[in-house]
């Protein structure tokens, strides 16, 4: 219960253990004992957090020497990480890989897909074990998020890490977008990042039909609640755009009685204005999501 | 330098595959090598358009010798890059033509397989397998893949260090199959000391005076060839006191240039698939 102000790591650990980061697997490889805490006594064990987060650290200084970001490739097979490797790409220039990775992509100079990273981050040696092969006989070094039962070989750098559930790979890639961001110096230190971490989450293809059904009825709300002379067109203008958008953009402009069944969805912007403008960014999918992330 | 067996050896010796995919380049007007190149088509050569990032740089010259390849263990997947900084030294011969059969109910389907062995006589040796359904098909694709195989040979003293290294560094030995090919260093004059084939492979090295022992079934020419291959490439991978020195450790020729990897060629590809 600390009630002093946390700094950045500790923050940040606050973030991984509500996303589980901290679980592993019930097996562990011998060369993942060095992070494991404990083991629970249900099996499971329990990664110290403090060094995933230097690991973090180690890899986004790696990252960030690579003077041309499209030279490092990003992927993940399974599900649960493509969304988070996208948005993680696009975040920080880098060139990502969602789905299958066809054999042969970095040695096989003929084929269409051929290219020669410099650098490659994956999210699971176990079920990415294709690229990892490969990228020992192309000389391109490895980033990876290992859980403790995920073998080492050929990884350069591990992330001990839950690479199991979707809350856990989000949060992690969009922590090491922030520090690679942080420390190229497109993000000031010390100021949250407006890219929230929801973003990285994986969506069930049902979660995000729902998802899109609800924006649905909240357009139409817009014209019953506005009569013209009360808002401006500058107040107007930049929730126009609002109802796809991923960003929740903070706006200052407050509704009058609440306009908003959307508006007590759970997510919070920064800095708390009294009642935003429901429509705004429903893009959130609804997530169980625990407090302590502001 | 030890690391250069592993990146390399994938492309010789299996053979199938990796020489065929010859880019269109069609007919490569070179006859059967015995020693040297015979003037080849002109405009064809020229037309060699780099598809690895390592072939890029060789192109625009940026890396002028192999020794910036072998420091850094690149894999080399185009031959023209070996063309290009070895160019016009680089000798090939073929050691044999090997019928290979294959039964089928139609009767026997049979191939050819050629043993080439490239060099420049002064430290660099490659030797390429192909097998194909012609013979003169298969001497090209090994040729390709010869020069695909190129590595370094460390070549040292019998005795006093006067004048150039003439000898192997040390005893090694290489091992093929049965075949175990082991060289021994030889004081100047003594010539190379050894069977005919390995002979000839160590004349491509550069190595002047060696003795040599065999044994196994040295009848065998494609082991008995591959064993003083792999023997030569281990003469870089011996750790002699001179290595004891700390590595000064370069940028990798990739992170160096990496200003000029990163413009785009995607007008020269597009050619490329059209044509």
């Not at chain 1, 060095?34 to 957090?49: C, E, F, P, Q, T």
């Not at chain 2, 070549?155 to 150039?164: E, L, P, T, V």
């Not at chain 2, 005076?209 to 082991?223: A, H, I, P, Q």
């Not at chain 2, 750790?239 to 200003?259: A, G, H, I, M, V």
């Amino acid at each position: 219960m600390a009630t002093r102000v946390l700094s950045q790591k500790e923050e940040d650990i606050q973030m991984m253990l509500s996303a589980a980061v901290h679980l592993g697997a019930r097996n562990c490889d011998f060369q993942m004992e060095r992070y494991v805490y404990k083991r629970r006594s249900d099996g499971v064990h329990i990664i110290n957090l403090g060094k995933t987060w230097e690991k973090l650290q180690l890899a986004a200084r790696v990252i960030v020497a690579i003077e041309n970001p499209q030279d490092i490739i990003v992927q993940s097979a399974r599900p649960y990480g493509q969304r988070a490797v996208l948005n993680f790409a696009q975040y920080t220039g880098a060139y990502s890989i969602a789905g299958r990775h066809t054999p042969g992509t970095f040695t096989n100079q003929l084929q269409t897909s051929f290219s020669e990273p410099r650098l490659l981050i994956l999210t699971d040696p176990r079920t990415d074990h294709q690229p990892i092969k490969e990228s020992a006989l192309g000389n391109i070094p490895t980033i990876a998020f290992c859980d403790t039962d995920s073998p080492m070989r050929y990884v350069d750098i591990g992330i001990p890490a839950n690479n199991k559930g979707k809350l856990s790979i989000g949060c992690l890639f969009w922590l090491l977008a922030r520090m690679v961001l942080q420390m190229r110096g497109t993000i000031p230190l010390g100021r949250k990042w407006e890219v929230m971490v929801d973003l990285f989450f994986y969506r069930d293809p049902e979660e995000a039909k729902e998802q899109e059904e609800e924006e649905a009825p909240v357009a139409p709300d817009y014209g019953a609640m506005v009569p013209n002379d009360q808002w401006t067109t500058e107040q107007w203008m930049p929730d126009g755009g609002a109802v796809s958008a991923v960003e929740p953009p903070v706006t200052g402009v407050e509704s009058t009685a609440g306009q908003a069944p959307v508006g007590a969805e759970r997510w919070d912007a920064a800095a708390a204005p009294p009642m935003v403008a429901g429509a705004v960014a429903p893009g959130v999918p609804p997530v169980a999501a625990p407090s302590g992330w502001e | 330098m030890a690391e250069r067996g592993g990146g390399d050896r994938g492309g010789f010796g299996r053979g199938f595959g990796r020489g065929r995919g010859d880019r269109g380049r069609g007919d490569r007007g070179r006859g059967r090598g015995r020693g040297g190149r015979r003037g080849g088509r002109r405009d064809e050569e020229e037309k060699w358009v780099p598809v690895t990032k390592l072939g890029r740089l060789v192109k625009e010259g940026k890396i002028t010798s192999l020794e910036q390849i072998y420091l850094h263990s690149l894999p080399v997947k185009e031959h023209q890059i070996i063309d290009t900084l070895l160019g016009g030294r680089l000798k090939d011969e073929v050691m044999k033509i090997m019928p290979v059969q294959k039964q089928t109910r139609a009767g026997q389907r049979t191939r050819f397989k050629a043993f080439v062995v490239v060099g420049d006589t002064d430290g660099h040796v490659g030797l390429g397998v192909k097998c194909a359904k012609e013979v003169a098909t298969a001497i090209r694709g090994a040729i390709i893949l010869a020069k695909l195989s190129v590595i370094p040979v460390r070549r040292g003293y019998w005795g006093n260090k006067i004048g150039k290294p003439h000898t192997v560094p040390c005893k090694i030995t290489g091992k093929c199959g049965s075949v175990t090919v082991r060289m021994v260093p030889a004081p100047r004059g003594a010539g190379i000391v050894a069977a005919r084939v390995p002979k000839k492979v160590l004349q491509f090295a550069g190595i002047e005076d060696v003795f040599t022992s065999s044994r196994g079934s040295t009848k065998t020419l494609g082991n008995f060839v591959k064993a003083t291959f792999e023997c030569l490439m281990k003469t870089y991978g011996f750790l002699t006191p001179d290595f004891w020195t700390e590595t000064r450790f370069n940028k990798s020729p990739f992170q160096e240039y990496t200003d000029l990897l990163s413009k785009p060629t995607k007008a020269i590809l597009i050619e490329n698939t059209e044509s």
